[in-house]
């Protein structure tokens, strides 16, 4: 067994959760053979799955769907399948490799790595998450501003959702599983809104089942692409599920217990993302039926988003533009959560810091408001800035998936670490695939990027520099992975 603190979020697991394993009296028999199936027992395993989910929900995501859509019509609904089941698979490993070891990523990158390279990880997450906040407390202040016709300001809608997390963190003190309901209401607010959108705009079905069969892709719609698997792989939710499978204690004197815990947190995990894959589907849709072929088309982001669905589809009984905000808060307000999760779990593995939640939800909400405050307040009257400065986030986000994809792979195929658990040669082969294909699109957007932007011969001396030192620190990552899966233990 392991202490409390090492459950995250769970400080009095066995008053919320129930110890799987042990129970009745039972005595651990060290079988190998996983009990058989329980709809009761996947319902207790049922929650850190659906938290996951909240990252392929986030604002960020939902601005990629609708440009996908306005851009390049049903098209690319066939990638926005395949790489919802990417990122299954990248999560899948994490919630592995948390349940196998007792530990979430960003301790065994602590434990692991060179003292030098483990704080590297770090500052690397931390930027991400950083990036990746920053959008979602945006998208929730968008949100507000809409619903309150414009009183609140940006600024205040960023405060606001600053506070309310602090609101909503307080249910974790009461019981997980009132968290996890409340996640659970949070993606049900989503999914009815955007179904209601879906109603009321009515996209082709047949378009649609062809967009999701076909592969199709061109040089035109070839940005969309890279931004629809770039949104849906995000480097903070790596680490955050790692974790997250630890609030329900599992009995490790039986490996039986462990391959049940990894089955039921599979199946709860596939159960999810298909959620989120049909509640992408509704927004690509909507935008496609919508804005596809217009000359607005290249112009729609978060904050317009809303007023031309409603310029396009007028009023009705309940308005487009109030319903599409509703979702829009939804996604911003579990997303802001679960950063701040995945803030605490970060900064407290990397660093091996033992304070109190409060304390730790405090430090990382102010890493990420601090910096969007100041986002709001520069750009709130300007719809382009905001949308250049998605874009340099979202370069920015994308940067970062290397540090997070290459120690899950490196730690989850370890065999003194994982032990039976370890994953096999073919596994490890299709994962370092999709890792590589994952970097490789991701590379894209940031050369693409860095080639519009780079101006003058300091600016492009200084880019030279950083992709130097960038390629050299993942190189060293994939190095060190071979090096322990071949000759063991390595720490230089």
């Known amino acids: 067994m392991y202490s409390d603190h090492q459950h995250g979020l769970l400080d ?10 042990v129970e009745d009296g039972s005595h651990a028999d060290h079988s190998n053979t996983p009990p058989s199936f329980s709809w009761r027992k996947l319902w207790r395993f049922t929650g850190p799955g659906f938290l996951m989910s909240i990252a392929f929900l986030d604002p960020g995501n939902l601005e990629g769907d609708l440009q996908a859509g306005a851009n390049a019509g049903y098209s690319l609904l066939w990638l926005l399948l395949w790489a919802t089941a990417v990122g299954l698979l990248v999560q899948l490993l994490s919630a592995r490799l948390g349940v196998a070891t007792g ?17 590297l990880l770090w500052v690397m997450a931390e930027l991400a998450l950083i990036g990746a906040d920053i959008q979602e407390v945006i998208g929730s202040a968008i949100a507000l501003k809409i619903l309150t016709k414009g009183f609140l300001p940006l600024w205040a809608g960023v405060l606001i959702t600053a506070i309310d997390c602090f609101i909503f963190l307080l249910l974790e003190n009461y019981n997980v599983r009132k968290l996890e309901a409340l996640f659970a209401f949070l993606i049900a607010v989503m999914a009815v809104s955007f179904a209601w959108m ?8 047949k378009e649609l089942l062809v967009g999701i069969m076909v592969p199709k892709l061109s040089s035109k719609t070839l940005q969309q692409a890279v931004g629809v698997v770039g949104c849906l792989v995000t480097p903070h939710n790596v680490f955050l599920h790692s974790a997250l499978v630890q609030s329900r204690e599992i009995d490790f004197r039986e490996t039986g217990r462990v ?20 509640i992408n589907l509704f927004v690509t849709t909507v935008f496609a039926k919508a804005f596809f072929g217009t000359a607005i088309a290249d112009t729609i982001g978060l904050r ?10 007028g009023g009705g009984l309940v308005p487009i533009l109030y319903i599409w905000a509703v979702g829009l ?25 033992r304070l109190k939640k409060w304390a730790r939800a405090l430090i990382t909400r102010s890493c990420a408001i601090l910096p969007t405050l100041i986002v709001a307040l520069i750009f709130d009257s300007s719809d382009d800035s905001l949308d250049v400065l998605n874009e340099w986030l979202n370069v920015l986000m994308s940067m970062q998936y290397p540090f997070a994809l290459i120690p899950l792979l490196c730690l989850v195929a370890k065999e003194d670490l994982m032990g039976v658990f370890a994953i096999g040669p073919v596994l490890k082969k299709i994962s370092w695939l999709v890792a590589a294909l994952l970097i490789a699109i991701n590379s894209y957007l940031l050369q693409q990027f860095l080639v519009e932007e780079a101006n003058g011969v300091a600016f492009t001396s200084m880019i030279f520099v950083f992709a130097i030192a960038y390629v050299s620190f993942v190189a060293y990552l994939i190095w060190w992975g071979v090096t322990v899966s071949t000759f063991g233990f390595v720490k230089l």
């Open 12 to 21: 009095h697991p066995t008053e919320n959760v129930r110890i799987i394993g």
């Open 103 to 119: 530990r979430h990523l960003a301790e065994l990158c602590r434990e692991e790595y060179p003292i030098w390279a483990a704080k």
């Open 198 to 205: 879906f109603a009321e705009t009515k996209p082709n079905a």
């Open 259 to 278: 391959y049940e815990a990894i089955r039921y947190y599979s199946i709860e995990s596939t159960v999810a993302l298909a959620i989120t894959f049909v």
């Open 304 to 313: 317009n988003a809303g007023h031309f669905l409603e310029e396009r589809f």
């Open 329 to 353: 808060l939804a996604a911003g307000q579990s997303s802001t959560i679960t950063g701040t999760y995945a803030g605490q779990f970060i900064m407290g593995g990397f660093l091996d810091l």
